[in-house]
């Protein structure tokens, strides 16, 4: 049963395209466009400049994690994001060997890509193999689909100013040089790498650059009749002439080679190499496109500045190993985006912003050096990371500490205990047999505060101002373990679905203690 304690109020549908707007959002890479979305669909305007003529034509990442395929779901994105992915059942992670012909040294396997999960997985859904390439075009029509966003291809950012109560951004017309400008109560730089926006507010970057210098070769060539017996996520390949990672570039029937960059990149030297990882001599290889590219670990010393916030790679860059840079980018913007919401609808003041940092930044540190573990280990560790992937947990005044201690694993890395200790991402259970209603469907816009005894709770949450919230009254059994609360306990879930305040009783004063808790997580 769902009560609406308290209703969000809602932005007209635009007719009109404003020279202002809540939030600018400079990049429409996965990040910068998850970000828009998340924006958009609580009614805030959303303006999304990007200096190209489109989204990206290049697979770049692949692996679309656990974590944001939660995000995704919520967002109504699940099905559309496995129709273009590659079908991963019974596919293992990942082949060693000398080539992708050549016998296997060594497989490792992973449960995180099968869409056929055991009853006890720790989430409704799964994570994808799916390229950029076909990610952002989903992205980017999801964004167009909102009345009060707007996209802008063909503009870049050349110069902002932040006036304390609002920014004012100076855009370029990439293709006929003319300029423009709009203003925004927030921007949002998710402008990759060497990210303008992070330039412009001179902040640095600490940790491991130049870690290697890698050439990536995205060709087509007809390998299914050679994959037989070996169908794998990605192939560890070292012989006498090359040696580096061959993947599928999601389900495109494209193929990417990764190695270390050498002088010659021309076409026949390509070719040579393809060749040599597959170990056919004589196939047949049509090289798409080529680039070469520094691998790097390292994380920006601030994640804002004043109204002005960094996302994606411009605030942290991870190697590719484990599958982290691309995921912990969609997972900052969807923590991002619900703290700017409640600033500019009303509910929460400026300095609840802060905890972005506070929350990202020492993830950001945790994967940017997992995914140098996994490089050196050459990926055998890449397969195994949902410890972090579900279970990275956030302290800060966003969370209303209970006293209780971590979830002791023996991998925190590779094992994941779910847990509803404040910090931590609330529990998945199944409402129904069928397995299609999630404990993880019921967040998104508001708080949720989940009990099994709605007479206690109930005049407690409409006695609640401020901050919009929803009580979920069902069935104790349904997470009294789970989420450790007795029948007349109660859990406070943020709308990012991270867990806020757990009472595992009733407290003797339900409407001043949740009163007071909201008062304290929003700062």
Same mark, same amino acid.
């Given at each position: 049963?769902?009560?609406?304690?308290?209703?969000?109020?809602?932005?007209?549908?635009?007719?009109?395209?404003?020279?202002?707007?809540?939030?600018?959002?400079?990049?429409?890479?996965?990040?910068?466009?998850?970000?828009?979305?998340?924006?958009?669909?609580?009614?805030?305007?959303?303006?999304?400049?990007?200096?190209?003529?489109?989204?990206?034509?290049?697979?770049?990442?692949?692996?679309?994690?656990?974590?944001?395929?939660?995000?995704?779901?919520?967002?109504?994105?699940?099905?559309?994001?496995?129709? $273009?992915s590659l079908v991963a059942d019974g596919v293992p992670f990942l082949l060693v060997g000398e080539s992708l012909v050549a016998p296997v040294r060594a497989t490792v396997e992973s449960a995180q890509y099968r869409s056929s999960t055991p009853p006890d997985w720790p989430s409704p859904?799964?994570?994808?193999?799916?390229?950029?390439?076909?990610?952002?075009?989903?992205?980017?029509?999801?964004?167009?689909?909102?009345?009060?966003?707007?996209?802008?291809?063909?503009?870049?950012?050349?110069?902002?100013?932040?006036?304390?109560?609002?920014?004012?951004?100076?855009?370029?017309?990439?293709?006929?040089?003319?300029?423009?400008?709009?203003?925004?109560? &927030?921007?949002?730089?998710?402008?990759?790498?060497?990210?303008?926006?992070?330039?412009?507010?001179?902040?640095?970057?600490?940790?491991?650059?130049?870690?290697?210098?890698?050439?990536?070769?995205?060709?087509?060539?007809?390998?299914?009749?050679?994959?037989?017996?070996?169908?794998?996520?990605?192939?560890?390949?070292?012989?006498?002439?090359?040696?580096?990672?061959?993947?599928?570039?999601?389900?495109?029937?494209?193929?990417?080679?990764?190695?270390?960059?050498?002088?010659?990149?021309?076409?026949?030297?390509?070719?040579?190499?393809?060749?040599?990882?597959?170990?056919?001599?004589?196939?047949? $290889?049509?090289?798409?496109?080529?680039?070469?590219?520094?691998?790097?670990?390292?994380?920006?010393?601030?994640?804002?500045?004043?109204?002005?916030?960094?996302?994606?790679?411009?605030?942290?860059?991870?190697?590719?190993?484990?599958?982290?840079?691309?995921?912990?980018?969609?997972?900052?913007?969807?923590?991002?985006?619900?703290?700017?919401?409640?600033?500019?609808?009303?509910?929460?003041?400026?300095?609840?912003?802060?905890? &972005?940092?506070?929350?990202?930044?020492?993830?950001?540190?945790?994967?940017?050096?997992?995914?140098?573990?996994?490089?050196?280990?050459?990926?055998?560790?890449?397969?195994?990371?949902?410890?972090?992937?579900?279970?990275?947990? &956030?302290?800060?005044?966003?969370?209303?500490?209970?006293?209780?201690?971590?979830?002791?694993?023996?991998?925190?890395?590779?094992? &994941?205990?779910?847990?509803?200790?404040?910090?931590?991402r609330a529990p998945h259970a199944w409402f129904d047999d069928a397995r299609t209603a999630s404990t993880l469907d019921l967040f998104g816009d508001d708080f949720v505060l989940l009990t099994g005894d709605g007479r206690t709770w109930r005049s407690a949450a409409i006695a609640t101002?401020?901050?919009?919230?929803?009580?979920?009254?069902?069935?104790?059994?349904?997470?009294?373990?789970?989420?450790?609360?007795?029948?007349?306990?109660?859990?406070?879930?943020?709308?990012?679905?991270?867990?806020?305040?757990?009472?595992?009783?009733?407290?003797?004063?339900?409407?001043?203690?949740?009163?007071?808790?909201?008062?304290?997580?929003?700062?």
């Amino acid at each position: 049963m769902t009560d609406g304690v308290h209703q969000r109020s809602r932005v007209p549908t635009l007719t009109f395209v404003p020279v202002t707007f809540d939030v600018v959002v400079v990049g429409a890479g996965p990040v910068g466009l998850t970000a828009a979305l998340l924006l958009g669909r609580q009614g805030l305007t959303v303006l999304v400049v990007e200096r190209r003529g489109g989204t990206s034509v290049h697979p770049r990442a692949t692996g679309v994690n656990v974590r944001s395929m939660e995000i995704f779901r919520a967002l109504g994105l699940e099905r559309a994001i496995a129709e $273009v992915s590659l079908v991963a059942d019974g596919v293992p992670f990942l082949l060693v060997g000398e080539s992708l012909v050549a016998p296997v040294r060594a497989t490792v396997e992973s449960a995180q890509y099968r869409s056929s999960t055991p009853p006890d997985w720790p989430s409704p859904t799964r994570a994808l193999w799916c390229a950029q390439d076909q990610l952002d075009p989903l992205l980017r029509d999801a964004v167009a689909g909102q009345p009060t966003a707007r996209l802008r291809f063909g503009a870049e950012l050349v110069h902002f100013t932040d006036h304390g109560d609002r920014v004012t951004v100076h855009l370029r017309d990439t293709a006929g040089g003319g300029t423009d400008t709009v203003e925004a109560d &927030y921007l949002i730089g998710a402008d990759g790498p060497r990210s303008t926006v992070r330039s412009l507010l001179g902040i640095g970057v600490t940790g491991r650059e130049a870690i290697l210098d890698e050439l990536s070769i995205l060709f087509r060539a007809d390998l299914d009749p050679l994959l037989d017996g070996r169908r794998f996520l990605l192939y560890r390949l070292e012989n006498s002439r090359v040696r580096g990672v061959l993947r599928p570039a999601g389900a495109s029937g494209r193929w990417f080679l990764g190695t270390p960059a050498q002088g010659d990149t021309s076409v026949a030297r390509c070719v040579e190499l393809v060749r040599a990882a597959v170990g056919r001599p004589e196939i047949e $290889v049509e090289i798409l496109a080529t680039g070469s590219w520094q691998a790097a670990a390292v994380v920006a010393d601030e994640f804002s500045r004043g109204r002005v916030f960094l996302c994606g790679d411009a605030a942290h860059q991870h190697t590719p190993g484990g599958g982290f840079g691309m995921n912990a980018g969609i997972q900052g913007a969807h923590n991002l985006a619900w703290k700017l919401s409640g600033v500019l609808h009303g509910w929460a003041p400026p300095p609840l912003l802060d905890t &972005y940092q506070a929350e990202r930044q020492p993830v950001a540190r945790l994967t940017t050096q997992l995914s140098v573990d996994a490089l050196q280990a050459g990926g055998t560790r890449s397969a195994r990371t949902l410890g972090v992937v579900l279970g990275a947990g &956030y302290d800060s005044r966003a969370v209303l500490p209970d006293g209780t201690p971590a979830p002791e694993v023996a991998d925190p890395v590779a094992d &994941y205990r779910p847990s509803a200790r404040p910090g931590q991402r609330a529990p998945h259970a199944w409402f129904d047999d069928a397995r299609t209603a999630s404990t993880l469907d019921l967040f998104g816009d508001d708080f949720v505060l989940l009990t099994g005894d709605g007479r206690t709770w109930r005049s407690a949450a409409i006695a609640t101002a401020g901050a919009p919230i929803r009580l979920e009254d069902h069935d104790p059994a349904t997470w009294a373990q789970l989420y450790g609360v007795d029948p007349h306990g109660a859990v406070l879930v943020r709308p990012d679905g991270y867990v806020a305040a757990r009472w595992p009783t009733a407290p003797a004063q339900p409407g001043t203690t949740l009163r007071e808790a909201l008062r304290t997580l929003t700062g």
